[in-house]
């Protein structure tokens, strides 16, 4: 097939360019710089113009491709709201290129959307609460909308995703450590996070687009839940800072917008999913990961 792939530059994205070309598949990268452009032609795939703000060149990268695998997202956490119905438009977009036809989307949402019981794993079969909303419900709610109108669309969640080199919002973690020079969890720190190696999410992309089962949601979960106590203690071994519990109102100060999220317990599972896609995770663990980082150069 050949796939469209938005966010195919990024960190996730660019590991997935390679996962479908390895399988047989072609590539149509989206870009809107000439540097994005040659790393794709390096890469062997092929290149789409075209921005996340720009409707258009979204439905027409779609509407040349057999499938869509939809991994862009804006990260400026400043206007996250705003960034969250962003990517609702391009959802829409994408869809309206694949009504009423078998071809695939797959779209990007996070685990955090399925923890409706506290202190449960999230799964793949819990649905945000609509009466408590999460901006990035967004997301969810435009696959809602685009599978009604005959799209096979699909959703995969992510956890925080690693090598040693990235590692999702503990990248964050990570500078404000060598910022401040504590490295800080909140309270006990038994609170979780789930974690998957990079190059197992990229796989788990693949299969969901493969598999065409239209409305399903999979979890990109290798590791259930990561006390974020232990993950403070071996970035604090790895910069040699000591690792500092803060309260609740000391965590403000020192995380600012990552604050809320350094403190919840998010654990998720990937049971559901590795029975229905055969996908199983092989990758290092992020404690591993984040024990053979270059801590010495930020």
């Known amino acids: 097939m050949r796939i469209f792939v938005t966010g195919a530059t990024g960190f996730i994205g660019s590991t997935i360019v390679p996962e479908l070309l390895k399988a047989g598949h ?26 996340l703000e720009d409707p258009e060149s979204l439905r027409s990268g779609a509407a040349q491709s057999d499938g869509v695998i939809h991994c862009a997202f804006d990260h400026d956490f400043s206007n996250f709201v705003a960034n969250c119905e962003k990517d609702r438009r391009a959802i829409e977009a994408l869809g309206a290129a694949f009504a009423g036809s078998d071809r695939p989307l797959v779209i990007t949402s996070g685990t955090g959307m399925g923890n409706t019981v506290p202190g449960q794993p999230a799964i793949e079969d819990n649905l945000p609460d ?5 901006p990035r419900a967004a997301s969810e709610q435009a696959t809602a909308t685009v599978l009604q109108s005959g799209v ?7 956890p925080q995703v690693h090598n040693t080199v990235k590692q999702g919002f503990v990248t964050h973690v990570v500078a404000l450590a060598r910022e401040k ?4 969890y909140v309270g006990d720190g038994f609170n979780r996070w789930p974690a998957a190696h990079v190059l197992d999410t990229a796989r788990l992309y693949r299969l ?36 500092v519990a803060l309260s609740l109102e000391e965590a403000a100060g020192h995380f600012g917008w990552i604050a809320a999220f350094v403190s919840a317990d998010l654990p998720a599972s990937s049971a559901l999913t590795q029975k229905r896609l055969g996908w199983h995770p092989t990758g290092p663990g992020m404690i591993a990961d984040l024990e053979q980082m270059r801590y010495a150069t930020p």
Do not use: C, W
């Open 181 to 184: 020079g504590i490295s800080a």
């Open 26 to 51: 072609r590539v149509l990268g989206l870009t809107r710089s000439e540097a994005g452009a040659q790393s794709f032609i390096a890469a062997g795939a092929e290149v789409h113009r075209g921005t």
């Open 130 to 134: 609509p009466n408590h909303p999460h």
């Open 208 to 243: 969901a687009l493969e598999k065409r089962e239209a409305g399903s949601i999979y979890n990109a979960v290798a590791e259930e839940g990561i006390r974020m106590r232990d993950i403070a203690e071996v970035i604090g071994r790895g910069l040699k800072v000591p690792a």
């Open 152 to 158: 096979n669309v699909s959703v995969v969640r992510l």
